[in-house]
């Protein structure tokens, strides 16, 4: 399997711009997880889905960011507009053993300008 | 709410052992696990200790569980140059996410 791939890997972009960022989960997984991490708070988990419905979305910083997994292939995280704020490294995880062992893809370093 | 505590840097030696602290506070954790993110990737499962243990080897790796204290660590036998990236304890209720810590930087000297 080719693990949890994310693209883009590195996005820049201006204030105001919409972003969407894509997450395809490891095959046969029913768990998944939108992280961001920075330096000032670390990891944190935004949204998480089960069989593709949305089960926690207490993360979610802002109304600007939404998440949506409209099949068991595909997720995407999309934050609009953008600020200079939300500039950091986002993850998507899969997981099919609960919660706990989850498996992350290579992240998307977004800077916004 | 659940809160997990690491310390922020250890450096050691190469060829040493290193010994990375986390504590926790959900006295209703089934699973707790360590993490490990090289420069430029995502986390990566290292091993992780069901709650009922209070130690597990594997190869180089010794996790340490006390749950009284609510005190894990990870202790990496022959620390190499490779061993060299942040590692994350977290915590794992059943039904909820895992709750990370912040991540130990673990610099390993030559």
């Known amino acids: 399997d080719a693990g949890v791939i994310q693209s883009p890997r590195h996005e820049v972009t201006e204030m105001g711009q919409e972003v969407t960022l894509r997450c395809k989960p490891i095959s046969g997984h029913n768990s998944l997880f939108w992280y961001r991490q920075t330096m000032m708070r670390g990891l944190e988990l935004l949204i998480y889905f089960n069989n593709n419905v949305p089960i926690d979305d207490s993360g979610m910083p802002e109304d600007r960011f939404s998440a949506k997994m409209p099949n068991a292939s595909f997720s995407t995280l999309k934050i609009q507009p953008s600020e200079p704020r939300d500039s950091a490294v986002y993850f998507c995880?899969?997981?099919?053993?609960?919660?706990?062992?989850?498996?992350f893809g290579p992240g998307t370093r977004l800077t916004v300008t | 709410g659940e809160d997990v505590e690491q310390s922020l840097f250890l450096s050691v030696r190469e060829g040493d052992s290193s010994v990375i602290n986390c504590t926790y506070t959900d006295s209703s954790s089934t699973y707790l696990y360590w993490y490990k993110q090289e420069p430029g990737a995502g986390l990566q499962l290292l091993t992780y200790?069901?709650?009922?243990?209070d130690m597990k080897q594997d190869q180089r790796l010794t996790v340490l569980l006390n749950k009284k204290d609510k005190h894990l660590s990870l202790r990496i036998a022959d620390t190499q140059t490779g061993d060299s990236a942040i590692y994350f304890c977290g915590d794992n209720s059943g039904n909820t996410p895992l709750v990370f810590g912040k991540g130990t930087r673990l610099s390993v000297i030559a």
């Open positions: 200790i069901f709650s009922n243990m």
């Open positions: 995880a899969s997981s099919s053993q609960g919660l706990g062992e989850q498996y």
